[in-house]
Antibody, heavy 116, light 110 residues
Framework: EVQLVESGGGLIQPGGSLRLSCAASGFTVSSNYMTWVRQAPGKGLEWVSVIYSGGSTYYADSVKGRFTISRDNSKNTLYLQMNSLRAEDTAVYYC??????????WGQGTLVTVSS | QSALTQPASVSGSPGQSITISCTGTSSDVGGYNYVSWYQQHPGKAPKLMIYDVSNRPSGVSNRFSGSKSGNTASLTISGLQAEDEADYYCSSYTSSTTMVFGGGTKLTVL
């Protein structure tokens, strides 16, 4: 059974950094397309970043240069390093996997709140 | 990376059919057969309902169907049930090798 469990969210001051983790089970992270999607409170879904099985990474313009997606194959875990955080980054962050064109499995999400 | 355009809300009575539209451009919806649809109940993670325009994952009711014409994709739910009340989001692959979501549509079952 495929499972994704996010962690690492919390309250952080503007300008700060945070690293989210997404522990996977039931499949191999390094062999799959892995993505981060976020949802601000009361708002819609926003695609954030992707890492392909070959290692290529892509980012939404809103986070490019500030966020870095990576994975640890030995831990079967996906990460999102978030730097220079802004109030508008406040959201529930979901990790998801599927094909390269849709998201079949989702985690339960982790809340990141950027506030002073 | 502009969001795809969806109606903010739609409604229907039990047993009826409704359709939610999702409009993009030739760089996303119109350029690829890679539109997907997600259902999200309050406080829950999204659930994949349709992928690659018109395919249903295993376990999704055949009351849900998808289609596309030009730059606009559509999700149709037939035989509306109370449990269908939720937010629905479309998504598309883009020419920038990224993904984009629609703004979401709140479905109310009257």
């Amino acid at each position: 059974e495929v499972q994704l469990v996010e962690s690492g969210g919390g309250l952080i001051q503007p300008g700060g950094s945070l690293r989210l983790s997404c522990a996977a089970s039931g499949f191999t992270v390094s062999s799959n397309y892995m993505t981060w999607v976020r949802q601000a409170p009361g708002k819609g879904l926003e695609w954030v970043s992707v890492i392909y099985s070959g290692g290529s990474t892509y980012y939404a313009d809103s986070v490019k240069g500030r966020f870095t997606i990576s994975r640890d194959n030995s831990k079967n875990t996906l990460y999102l390093q978030m730097n220079s955080l802004r109030a508008e980054d406040t959201a529930v962050y979901y990790c998801a996997t599927g094909s390269g064109t849709y998201f079949e499995y989702w985690g339960q999400g982790t809340l990141v709140t950027v506030s002073s | 990376q502009s969001a795809l355009t969806q109606p903010a809300s739609v409604s229907g009575s039990p047993g009826q059919s409704i359709t939610i539209s999702c409009t993009g451009t030739s760089s996303d919806v119109g350029g690829y057969n890679y539109v997907s649809w997600y259902q999200q109940h309050p406080g829950k993670a999204p659930k994949l309902m349709i992928y690659d325009v018109s395919n249903r994952p295993s376990g999704v009711s055949n009351r849900f169907s998808g289609s596309k014409s030009g730059n606009t994709a559509s999700l149709t739910i037939s035989g509306l049930q109370a449990e269908d009340e939720a937010d629905y989001y479309c998504s598309s692959y883009t020419s920038s090798t990224t993904m984009v979501f629609g703004g979401g549509t709140k479905l109310t079952v009257l």
